[in-house]
Each structure stands twice: as C-alpha cells, then as structure tokens.
T-cell receptor, first 114, second 111 residues
Framework: NAGVTQTPKFRILKIGQSMTLQCAQD?????MYWYRQDPGMGLKLIYY???????DKGEVPNGYNVSRSTTEDFPLRLELAAPSQTSVYFC?????????????FGDGTRLSIL | QKEVEQNSGPLSVPEGAIASLNCTYS??????FFWYRQYSGKSPELIMF????GDKEDGRFTAQLNKASQYVSLLIRDSQPSDSATYLC???????????FGTGTRLTVIP
C-alpha cells in the first residue's frame, strides 16, 4: 500500500517557468490537501479538495492552481514561478474532514526557484 | 494572534526523562487536536490526536487537552534519542476541513 505518492522529489525551476507537482493516493480518501512548509515554519494550506470536481482555497493560494478530476489524483500547478515559491510542498489526504480524521502525508517535493 | 502557537525550542532533555511539549490555540471553537512528528527532511507523521478534555495515552506518549485554557500538550515518557525531531501541533477548527499547524518545537534527546 503506497499511501500518498508525490512526484518529483526535487526540482529546480527558473523564474517565470511553470510546472505541475503530482500527488496520488491509493487509500480511497475523499479529502486531499496541498501544504507548503518554509524553513523553520509550520505548514500552510494552499488548496484542498473534498472530492472529485471540488476544490477550495486555503491560506496561501496565490500563484497556484489545482484540479481534482479523479479521487486518486490532486495535482498542483505553479504558473510563472517566483523565488517566494521556493519551499517544500506536501500533499496529504484523509478519508473525510471529520474531527477525528487524521491527515496522511506524502514525502514532499523540494522546489527551488532561481 | 496566530491560530496555533508553539515554543520553537530547541528543547533538550536527557535520555529517559519526560519531554513536555506545549501548544496554545486561538479559536475557542476548535474541535480536534493533532500531534505530528517530523524528522529533519522528512514528512510529518501522526503521533496521536485528542478531542476530549483530559488525557489520552498511547504507549510512551500522552496528550493532554484543556479547552477552557485553549491549551494542548504532549508528554513523552522515557525519552529516547530516536524521539529527537520537530513536533508539530495541529488544530481543526469547528466546521473547517483543514488543519492549522504551529511552527513546531524541536526536541533533542541527549544520550
């Protein structure tokens, strides 16, 4: 059972380039999330989804886009990469959003914008 | 005021001692509280969660919740060097689908 799988693990982008961070889960979870974690900081929610076809903004959505065409996949798109988007990106999933539902995290994508 | 606040540490304890990690939150309507452990360069992994006032024990870990004081803590008994990590407190507010994370407390257990 793979859990939450993120690709790529590392990436270096030039300013202004675009890319898609991939996230897939095989636990049949309805809820999926994208977080970013800057050095020495906690996780900030970028976008989340409560099911296929439904997405919503989190705390820091500017500069990002998401889609959720299937239950399994939740890609994060960066358009016009900026140095401020240098961070570690974590995808997470949970069965639902209820109070006692923990979130399971992928291994992260380390992204540098130069 | 931050949603979730933690002492960033670092917190150092000798092997075998009790480590006490603290977290306060601002939204009185918050319903559930999670502790994650994050090793350097790794992803957060869930240690335990609590949503009722009082204590919840799981092995060497005890979570304590006091909703009146808006305070949640994690105690690690018989601390081991392998417990050295950053511990993240996360809170789910009432009606929210996401978690709000603190900045984490870095714990070092000295052999």
């Amino acid at each position: 059972n793979a859990g939450v799988t993120q690709t790529p693990k590392f990436r270096i982008l030039k300013i202004g380039q675009s890319m898609t961070l991939q996230c897939a889960q095989d636990m049949n979870h309805n809820y999926m999330y994208w977080y970013r974690q800057d050095p020495g900081m906690g996780l900030k929610l970028i976008y989340y989804s409560v099911g296929a076809g439904i997405t919503d903004k989190g705390e820091v959505p500017n500069g990002y886009n998401v889609s959720r065409s299937t239950t399994e996949d939740f890609p994060l798109r960066l358009e016009l990469a900026a140095p401020s988007q240098t961070s570690v990106y974590f995808c997470a999933s949970s069965y639902e959003g209820g109070s006692n539902q923990p979130q399971h995290f992928g291994d992260g994508t380390r992204l540098s914008i130069l | 005021q931050k949603e979730v606040e933690q002492n960033s540490g670092p917190l150092s304890v000798p092997e075998g001692a009790i480590a006490s990690l603290n977290c306060t939150y601002s939204d009185r309507g918050s319903q559930s509280f999670f502790w994650y452990r994050q090793y350097s360069g790794k992803s957060p992994e869930l240690i335990m969660f609590i949503y009722s006032n009082g204590d919840k024990e799981d092995g060497r870990f005890t979570a304590q919740l006091n909703k009146a004081s808006q305070y949640v803590s994690l105690l690690i008994r018989d601390s081991q060097p392998s417990d050295s990590a950053t511990y993240l407190c996360a809170v789910r507010r009432s009606g929210a689908n996401n978690l709000f994370f603190g900045t984490g407390t870095r714990l070092t257990v000295i052999p």
